[in-house]
C-alpha cells in the first residue's frame, strides 16, 4: 500500500501580495516588503470595507442635525436616562 501524504503538507500558504511561500515571522505574507505593502493599500484607500452609512456617525449628532434637533453635548443626560 502507498504511503499517503498528510492533507496540510500538500497544500502551501501563498503570500496574498506576491503569491510566494509564507514566511512564518511575516505571516500571513510572505516579507516585511509584503506587509507594508498592503499597510500601504489600507491606508491609501485601496482596500475598502463595506458598509453602510450608519458606521459614520457614531454619536448621532449628524443624523439629530438632519432632523433639526440641537446636538447634545456629551455632559448632557440622554432622554432616556
Known amino acids: 500500500m502507498g504511503q499517503v501524504k498528510p492533507l496540510a503538507s500538500a497544500r502551501t500558504a501563498r503570500c496574498p501580495i506576491c503569491r510566494a511561500p509564507v514566511d512564518a515571522d511575516y505571516r500571513p505574507f510572505c516579507s516585511k516588503r509584503c506587509a507594508d505593502v498592503d499597510l500601504a493599500r489600507w491606508l491609501g484607500g485601496t482596500y475598502v ?33
Open 49 to 81: 470595507i463595506a458598509g453602510g452609512q450608519e458606521d459614520a456617525d457614531e454619536d448621532g449628532d449628524e443624523a439629530q442635525a438632519a432632523r433639526g434637533q440641537p446636538a447634545q453635548s456629551r455632559d448632557e443626560p440622554h432622554e432616556d436616562e
